[in-house]
């Protein structure tokens, strides 16, 4: 079927806003600089209500809390929900939930989308949300004013931090708060609206907790040393609670929103439970090396 060059040129549109949601945003984000302080957690630990949320699901939540509310939102059969799990290789851990998925099934239209994605990190720290996702392609007619949309954000999340336009077809909010809630200036050191989103845990794998997948390590760089984590400081991702919602617009004027896509993270829980995560897996291998030496030595000791 031959389309209008009014419908290629707004799939070139949704084209090109995708790709910048998925992969433009993080490069930059990966960019090192001066150091950041890796901030210890609040005193009597996270409380998740304090933080924002999408859909409900707040950063630091548990699994079982966010298991719950993802059972809500995507009910079968309209609905899809899917978990990944993990568990360590060498480790007496059991599996855990890596990541959850819930999408609409039955859409209103051939492009519509519903999805939302949650992320969580690995032991031994308890299993907490370390990250949320969402994307929401909407219907022509379920798509509400800029105005509206930008007034809804405002009043959820209260003034953001940074608001930039791209062109005429894409404007994106970030917000930045620290880990009690609280908002953060733009004037903040390493102030990066592309880190929302951008965590440290190990890519998801496996199909369920019956079929995890195994995780040699959690950093990439290990054992963790003072230079490591000196690293990682240097990161302006790993700090701070970011929040980034980018709106693509279409319509009389670009007046409409087509495609909302939400970024969230807890940067600095999740850096805290990446290094948890590796200093427990090189303890266990250090235990083993020092076993495996008790052993060498026990079977090589003479008779006398």
Known sequence: ??????????????????????????????????PVQISAA???????????????????????????IMKTLFPAPSHKLSVTAGRFMNAPD???????????????????????????????NPTQVVSVERTLVLADSQQPTLDATLAGLRQKYGPETQKSNNGT??????????????????????????CAGTIAQPQPGGTGLDNPYGYGFVLASSPVTPQVIASMKANACRSHVYLRVELSLVGPGNSLVRIMAFHMSGNDLDTRDVIAGQQYLDGLAAARKQQQLKSAQQQSAPTL
Request: proline fraction near 8%; hydrophobic fraction near 45%.
């Open 94 to 124: 059991k599996p855990w939930i890596t990541s959850m998925t819930g999408q609409l099934v039955t859409l209103p239209c051939n492009a519509c989308a519903d999805l939302v994605v949650l992320r969580l990190n690995t032991p031994p």
């Open 1 to 34: 079927m031959l389309r209008s060059s009014a419908q290629v040129t707004q799939m070139m549109v949704d084209a090109i806003f995708i790709a910048a949601v998925l992969t433009g945003v993080r490069a930059s984000a990966q960019a090192q600089s001066a």
């Open 169 to 194: 077809v894409m404007v994106t909010l970030s917000w930045m708060f620290d880990e009690r809630g609280n908002h953060l200036p733009a004037s903040t050191p390493q102030f990066t609206p592309g």
């Open 42 to 68: 609040p005193a009597g630990a996270i409380d998740p209500s304090k933080l924002p949320d999408i859909e409900g699901i707040h950063l630091g939540m548990s699994v079982d809390q966010a298991s719950a």
